[in-house]
């Protein structure tokens, strides 16, 4: 599972079954209900890693968002027990725009792209 974590929202993406592809899935508002959302779609859809865009500024260092994400990461490792990764996403949703443009499933679109790139370097 792919997640683009944003303060407004929350761009998710899976693989396919295979592991070997990225697809966009949805963007869900984050509220407090966020952690029962992505816990319920893990359950769901069977998820055994999850992938998180590391947010850096210009400089390569935490933006503001970073700690927002360090908490969620913690929750939902207390909730889950499976491995969270964090992979770089500068530019994600940029990028996304560029493809596609920009739409009402941009971040799902960022998060395939950060759940790709993971894929990309893990391989």
């Known amino acids: 599972m792919g997640i683009d974590y944003g303060s407004k929202k929350v ?23 966020l952690l029962d959302v992505i816990v319920s779609l893990i359950h769901a859809k069977q998820v055994a890693v999850v992938v998180i865009g590391h947010s850096l500024d210009k400089a390569g260092k935490p933006n503001a ?13 207390l909730q ?13 949703t940029q990028a996304a725009i560029r493809l596609q443009g920009k739409s009402a499933t941009t971040d799902a679109s960022a998060a395939a792209l950060i759940l790709d790139s993971y894929l990309t370097r893990k391989q």
């Open 11 to 33: 761009g998710l993406a899976f693989t396919d079954a295979g592991g070997s592809m990225a697809f966009p899935h949805s963007v869900v508002p984050n509220t407090p209900k």
């Open 65 to 77: 968002i970073h700690t927002a994400v360090e908490g969620f990461i913690l929750d939902l490792t």
């Open 80 to 92: 889950t027990g499976i491995p969270v990764h964090l992979q770089s996403e500068q530019y994600s």
